[in-house]
């Protein structure tokens, strides 16, 4: 019994203290406006800009609910640019018309994208006027643009504000899920209960060995 209790002990020990690190580093990595950021990178092309999924910003694996997550672009420095989201059908037809950048994988802290170069054409029209974007900002550094994911194809965007290429940028993506803070929390008090819990267990488990009557000789 007394075996027992130390593993069932240690084991608590050992999961509270993961569970409460990760509480910990989740809500460390928080902004003052909750979201997870990824970390700004410089982002530089000589092509017409840089085109991507934006369930690729929220995560693939978390799934998208109308407005369940909120995805955010940062633009710390750079000049002339267009950030953009719009469905991937009405922006597709667009971006066809000059070589670009499709990013098919991002990573965070630190920020690191998977790109692949597409298409051919020199140039894109003036990307504010050129359709109905469901959400944009456009201009010289600092520039901030976020965005209550819906279900569908989305896709966001980079690019300058002309349509030429050419982007030079240091980007930084964020993600915002409903309740993020509170479950950072609540893995912190899961873990303190766990190491609590723990500890009661192999206290207990010493106490019964100490206890133990000494054998006859």
């Known amino acids: 019994m007394r075996l027992v209790l130390l593993l069932l002990g240690f084991a608590a020990l050992i999961a509270g203290a ?8 989740s809500l460390r990595s928080l902004d003052e406006d909750d ?3 990824s970390g700004p990178a410089r982002l530089t092309t000589s092509t017409a800009g840089f ?20 995805i955010r672009i940062r633009v710390s420095d750079g000049r002339g640019l267009f950030l953009g989201i719009a469905p991937a059908a009405a922006a597709d037809p667009y971006l066809a018309a000059a ?6 994988q991002v990573r965070y802290d630190p920020l690191e994208l998977r790109r692949t170069a597409v298409g051919a054409g020199d140039a894109l029209a003036p990307p504010a006027d050129a359709l109905a974007w469901t959400a ?3 201009g010289d550094a ?3 643009l976020s965005w209550s994911a819906q279900n569908g194809d989305y896709v966001f965007v980079i690019l300058r504000a002309d349509g030429r290429p050419g982007v030079d940028a240091a980007v930084e993506f964020g993600t915002k899920f409903r309740y993020q803070r509170g479950y950072a929390i609540a893995g912190m008090v ?4 766990l190491v609590a ?13 100490s206890s133990r009557p000494p054998s006859a000789t």
Not at 190 to 193: D, E, P, R, S, T
Not at 197 to 209: H, I, P, S
């Open 51 to 70: 085109v991507g999924s934006t369930a690729e910003l929220a995560g693939r694996s978390s799934g998208i609910r109308n407005n369940s997550v909120t």
């Open 136 to 138: 944009s900002a456009s």
């Open 99 to 104: 070589r670009h950048e499709v990013v098919d």
């Open 190 to 193: 899961l873990g303190l209960l």
């Open 18 to 25: 993961a569970c409460g690190a990760s509480g910990v580093a």
């Open 142 to 144: 600092p520039l901030d």
């Open 197 to 209: 819990f723990g500890f009661v267990l192999v206290v207990a488990a010493l106490r019964r060995r």
């Open 35 to 37: 979201y997870l950021l």
